[in-house]
């Protein structure tokens, strides 16, 4: 059995999807298409843009969806189709992606969404107020002990269970830098703040939830063609009003990524093919289990050898 898994926030990058645009019409498609939703030519930022306007979360988000549907476009050219996967899923931003590529939201409502929802992050704590910080070395246990030590009257939660050995806290500014005395107090490898403009996955979210609620009211979601592994559930779901209902619980909510891989893996899946840009979950997956060996979709040449191990 197999996965296809679509990357979230940080694996973004300049030049990122060009190959595949400029390869397959279909992927070039895609990024005509949130250009259209998004009334701007995002496709522009992303391959001739630079970094620090690219890695804002309002454009960060619909980007790295658009990237991964391209490469989805690509392979479904290549005669290999969404179904070739028995889940989906994402982490974070890349949950809508999968819902995307299974046909769950379209292309447009998407990127409409994730606009809507970088934005709203970003709105909804004053820059400076919040932080993010990974604790490596900890388990989702021990980090979790950490955020609840550290919050003292304010927000410190454990935001994302990456993997074993790192885990992401989220809230106050105060109370994550806290959280970092804390966790080398517990043995942490390295605990450090985060390049990031918002607390993201925390309680000081439920603005942006609110937001995403009513956003997410007028769109349409189909059943996936593919069960789509959903973040704050780390198990399967189809139904669509199961999948509006956990995308707004998800802005505060918690990215259970590690034990959502350990549950794809439960369920008999030995290989996870990440679709879009980086590596960052492939090398989560590794230290997840090593049950599940992981490839890239990312290029014309990966599309080109992921065909030939798909169609085999």
């Not at 979790?144 to 550290?150: D, I, R, S």
């Not at 804390?182 to 390295?190: D, H, P, S, T, V």
Request: with cysteine; hydrophobic share 50%; proline share 4%.
């Amino acid at each position: 059995m197999r996965a296809f898994v679509f990357p979230g926030q940080g694996a973004q990058a300049i030049g990122m999807g060009k190959a595949l645009a400029d390869a397959y019409p279909a992927a070039k498609a895609i990024f005509d298409e949130v250009d259209d939703a998004l009334g701007e030519s995002l496709s522009s930022l992303i391959w001739d843009g630079d970094i620090e306007t690219l890695t804002l979360t309002k454009n960060a988000q619909p980007a790295l969806m658009a990237t991964s549907l391209a490469a989805m476009r690509a392979l479904e050219a290549e005669g290999v189709s969404i179904t070739a996967a028995d889940y989906v899923a994402g982490h974070s931003l890349g949950e809508y992606s999968a819902l995307a590529a299974a046909g769950a939201i379209s292309v447009a409502d998407a990127a409409r969404l994730l606009r809507t929802r970088g934005t709203a992050m970003q709105d909804a704590v004053p820059v400076g107020v919040g932080a993010m910080a990974a604790l490596l070395g900890l388990d989702f246990e021990a980090a979790t002990a950490v955020a609840e030590e550290a919050a003292q009257g304010q927000v410190c939660q454990a935001a994302n269970d990456n993997d074993p050995s790192q885990v992401v806290v989220s809230g106050h500014k105060e109370a994550v830098e806290r959280a970092l005395t804390i966790a080398k107090e517990k043995g942490a490898k390295r605990a450090l703040l985060l390049p990031v403009s918002a607390p993201f996955h925390c309680a000081l979210m439920k603005p942006a939830a609110d937001v995403m609620a009513e956003a997410l009211d007028d769109v349409q979601i189909n059943a996936p063609a593919v069960p789509v592994v959903a973040n704050v559930r780390a198990a399967a779901v189809t139904d669509p009003a199961m999948i509006r209902s956990l995308l707004v619980e998800q802005v505060t909510g918690s990215v259970r990524w590690r034990e959502s891989v350990l549950w794809m893996a439960d369920q008999g899946v030995t290989e996870a093919w990440e679709i879009g840009a980086g590596k960052a979950l492939s090398g989560m997956i590794k230290r997840i289990s090593k049950d599940v060996a992981t490839n890239n979709v990312g290029t014309p040449d990966d599309v080109a050898a992921a065909v030939e191990a798909l169609k085999s």
